[in-house]
């Protein structure tokens, strides 16, 4: 099925560990982004890609690592995890033109304990 | 500092009647506006968008209203039903292509 398919779903990290979210997509869209969803924060943009080799901060992007060495996959490393980032965390995708939106991943649930 | 802004938490309607959820933004520069409706445990799925050099947008049921001069968007769902109850976001979209800021989401609760 076409779409943003984000691995792992449920993640428990101990404090310092580090892991990578994968995020892939195969609606060959040039924009792709990670976003972190906390409780009356609504999401906040991490890191975000226009392209292949392309990478920018967002808003949030202290404690987190982004590349793009191609267009379908889009990987969040955490370096170090702290409790902080306990969220869930999305992976989206999109054409330049935004009368088709974002499509959105399932999310990954991520707790560091 | 919280450029795209919903201030109802939450808002609850009866079958039928219509939905109207609210959207302020303070950024001038943003040019492309989303709403994206959100179930537990799923991701967002987008509903509807316009563009800054509109002011009106409907797709079926959802129409989006903008006034650039307020700096406010609204959603509008008529007749509202009952799987509309969803976190409903609003988002907008600045002159860094790619890079959404989203509000903090109302809850919409529509009864039988």
């Known amino acids: 099925n076409a779409g943003v398919t984000q691995t792992p779903k449920f993640q428990v990290l101990k404090t310092g560990q580090s892991m990578t979210l994968q995020c892939a997509q195969d609606?060959?869209?040039?924009?792709m982004s990670w976003y972190r969803q906390d409780p009356g924060m609504g999401l906040r943009l991490i890191h975000y890609?226009?392209?292949?080799?392309?990478?920018d901060q967002g808003e949030v992007p202290n404690g987190y690592n982004v590349s793009r060495s191609t267009t379908e996959d889009f990987p969040l490393r955490l370096l170090s995890a702290a409790p902080s980032q306990t969220s869930v965390y999305f992976c989206?995708?999109?054409?330049?033109?935004?009368?088709?939106?974002?499509?959105f991943g399932s999310g990954t649930r991520l707790t560091v304990v | 500092d919280q450029q795209v802004k919903q201030n109802s938490p939450s808002l609850s309607v009866q079958e039928g009647r219509i939905s109207i959820l609210n959207c302020d933004y303070t950024?001038?520069?943003?040019?492309?506006f989303l709403w994206y409706k959100k179930y537990p445990a799923e991701g967002p799925t987008f509903l509807i968008s316009?563009?800054?050099?509109?002011d009106k947008n409907e797709d079926g049921r959802f129409t989006v209203f903008l006034n650039k001069s307020a700096k406010h968007l609204s959603l509008h769902i008529v007749p509202s039903q009952p799987g509309d109850s969803a976190v409903y976001f609003c988002?907008?979209?600045?002159?860094?292509?790619?890079?959404?800021?989203f509000g903090q989401g109302t809850i919409l609760t529509v009864h039988p």
């Open positions: 950024n001038s520069m943003f040019d492309y």
């Open positions: 890609s226009v392209g292949a080799g392309i990478t």
């Open positions: 316009i563009s800054s050099i509109k």
């Open positions: 988002a907008a979209r600045g002159t860094s292509y790619g890079k959404l800021t």
């Open positions: 609606m060959n869209h040039e924009y």
């Open positions: 989206a995708s999109s054409y330049s033109d935004l009368n088709y939106g974002y499509t």
